[in-house]
């Protein structure tokens, strides 16, 4: 009898684990049926951009080569209505020219909710723009892009070490510029032509060669005019006759190459060359800075978005958005285009002054007037009448340069805005 019992507890608790077994299937099953019909619904989903940013890496993190996977188009190529720019053969061409125009500069990024990623490129030249599909994740190029190293540096040979050199052919064909030709995106100029500096002695800080197209350059400082110094090719120069090969500084033999040092400047960090200032960019009118104090920027996001709307609106109504602006651009042109010193009334009624510096981490500062109209334009900065910079700038920008010292001043060592006022 007790036999029996036992018999019938095994088979009820077998029928037991089949029927849970069974519900675990059958679970199992559903959940995976409802996944698949999930997964599919939201891939048939229309595909949209979800966002859409200014790339935030440094400007030679940026310089991106086409590997002829993916071609260039005037929109995100998964959305409809784009066209062709240069087709997934020209890329790939592109990527085996040994022609630098043929690098790419990547500036914005836009996601889609499909999880692709695409970035907006623009050709060295500028002569080509639009998306290439770059992969799935931010500043990760993939998919038809990846990253680009546009130059490698070169350890000076002892001629360049050690030599004086001068300028082959003075003239507009080669001059100096911010960068090297072919590495980067639309260098600047430093000078126009090379002829007034014909007779200068000229000292060899940096050695790089290009990576498309092998050219040489060379960083040059001039002994006479360091206004001039700045990236040169290497055939545009020549040892000066009846040079001994001593008259550099020994320091600069034994300086590591691409250093920010004033010895050794590099590409990324070309040193300063003498009386010019280094600025370029795109300017919207998003990216001003509006401040509550003199002193303390605006936190509540809904006051910034009205106060740059109002600065558009009332300062900088017919600027075409983004505004780009580089070196090439006079300062007083920079400043008076963002509307530098100009008054206007924010919703609200609160009157806002702006501040341009195309120097600083943000060329526009949109400050409460009561905060700065103790400003004297005329308050006297030594320096100006005189010397290299009295020589490059005109009386409007001397203007500009002593207001800018005098809100420098204030801000920086009276200590409290209570000072400013009295």
Known sequence: MVLIRIMEGNIMNQQLSKRLMLTSLVAAALGGILMGHSVTAN??????????????????????????????????????????????????????????????????????NHRKVYYKVVTFDGKHRGWVYGGTKVNRFGG???????????????????????????????????APVGTT?????????????????????????????????????????????????????T??????????????????????????????????????????????????????????????????????????????KDLVEPFQYDQSMALATVSQKLGHGKRFTAEGGRNYVVVVSPTASSIVKLVPYTQVKWLNPKAAVSGLNGGILGMLVNEELKKQIQTAANLYYKLNYLGSWSSCHQ
Request: aromatic share 8%; no cysteine; charged share 25%.
């Open 144 to 178: 038809g892009l990846h990253e680009a190293k546009t130059y490698h540096e070169l350890t000076r040979t002892s001629a360049e070490a050690t030599k004086t050199y001068q300028f082959a052919n003075p003239g507009t064909t080669h001059v100096t510029w911010q």
């Open 185 to 237: 995106y639309k260098p600047s100029k430093v000078i126009t032509t090379t002829t007034p500096y014909a007779s200068d002695d000229l000292h060899v800080k940096s050695v790089v060669e290009r990576e498309k197209g092998d050219k040489v350059y060379y960083y040059v400082a001039s002994v006479q005019h360091p206004a001039i110094n700045g990236w040169i090719y290497s055939g545009a120069v």
């Open 43 to 112: 891939a048939k989903a229309p595909e949209k951009i979800v966002s859409q940013t200014a790339l935030k890496l440094k400007a030679s993190k940026r310089n991106v080569e086409p590997n002829g996977k993916a071609g260039l188009y005037t929109k995100p190529s998964a959305l409809k209505g784009e066209r062709v720019v240069l087709s997934k053969k020209t890329m790939k061409k592109m990527d085996r020219s040994e022609d630098a125009d043929h690098y790419l500069r990547a500036y914005r990024v836009a996601r889609t």
């Open 239 to 316: 040892p000066k006759t009846g040079d001994d090969g001593v008259s550099q500084q020994p320091e600069s033999e034994t300086a590591t190459p691409g250093q920010p040092d004033p010895v050794t400047p590099s590409p990324e960090t070309p040193g300063t060359p003498g009386g010019s200032i280094n600025y370029s960019g795109k300017f919207s009118h998003t990216d001003a800075q509006v401040y509550r104090t003199g002193m303390t920027q605006e936190t509540d996001k809904g006051i910034v978005s009205k106060v740059q709307k109002a600065y558009k609106n009332n300062v900088i």
